[in-house]
């Protein structure tokens, strides 16, 4: 079990970037996959971009692959989602989520064991 923190949330413009990181507990993190999700209001959650344990291998959901960027930092047992070129659709709370394997994880989220609280993400236009 990892216990996972999130920061990095805010307000900005659209066409701004934000960086978010997601902080894990623990001495095994490298053994994690890590996710990231988010969720408006009023709709389901939508996977947003995935990487391996060894940050090998990403994957993106279509509405920001090419503005987001997963990676990690196993050092330091973080995870970090690079948002560029945001628009106001991307406002939602975003969470990571980790699940203990080498592959990479997308969907369902069921299939993650771990969550964070979640940090907000608001881009006006």
């Known amino acids: 079990q990892v216990q996972l923190v999130e920061s990095g949330g805010g307000l900005v413009q659209a066409g701004g970037s934000l960086r978010l990181s997601c902080a894990a507990s623990?001495?095994?993190?490298?053994?994690?996959?890590m996710g990231w999700f988010r969720q408006a209001p009023a709709k389901e959650r939508e996977f947003v971009a995935a990487?391996?344990?060894?940050?090998?291998?990403?994957y993106y959901a279509d509405s920001v692959k090419g503005r987001f960027t997963i990676s990690r930092d196993n050092a330091n047992n973080t995870v970090y989602l690079q948002m560029n070129s945001l628009k106001p659709e991307d406002t939602a709370i975003y969470s990571c989520?980790?699940?203990?394997?080498?592959?990479?994880?997308?969907?369902?989220?069921?299939?993650?064991?771990?969550w964070g609280q979640g940090t907000q993400v608001t881009v006006s236009s």
């Open positions: 989520a980790a699940r203990q394997t080498s592959f990479v994880v997308s969907w369902p989220p069921s299939l993650y064991d771990n």
């Open positions: 623990g001495r095994t993190f490298s053994r994690y996959a």
């Open positions: 990487i391996t344990s060894s940050g090998g291998f990403t």
